[in-house]
């Protein structure tokens, strides 16, 4: 998992925890949190041959759905972390292209 994966998954985690203990009917926030770490792990990072340094082949990084070999984390990523762009830990180098 990337750095902005796993800072994703603890804020999406963290706010979903909130909502249980504050929210008087959290169903709607934990909704949107499950629904976002469920294209968290569908967005995640797998190793797939791919050409490296001297034009050799080898394991190099890509999103398992999007097959993006470049760039990762993937653009879905960067959209769904966009959205917690304003708290404590976001970086600004993770914002869509
Ligand atoms: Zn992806």
Redesign the pocket.
């Known amino acids: 998992m990337s750095v902005l994966g796993s800072w994703l998954r603890a804020t999406i985690e963290a706010d979903k925890a909130v909502a249980l203990v504050m929210e008087q009917d959290p169903r709607d926030t934990i909704a949107r949190c499950d629904a976002a770490l469920a294209i968290l792990d569908?967005?995640d990072i797998v190793q797939v041959d791919g050409i490296g340094k001297n034009a050799r082949v080898t394991q190099i990084p890509a999103?398992?759905?999007?097959?993006?070999r470049h760039g990762?984390?993937?653009?879905?990523?960067r959209l769904l972390a966009r959205g917690y762009r304003h708290r404590e830990g976001y970086d600004d180098e993770w914002s869509p292209a």
């Open positions: 569908e967005h999103c398992k759905t999007c097959g993006t990762v984390p993937c653009r879905t990523l």
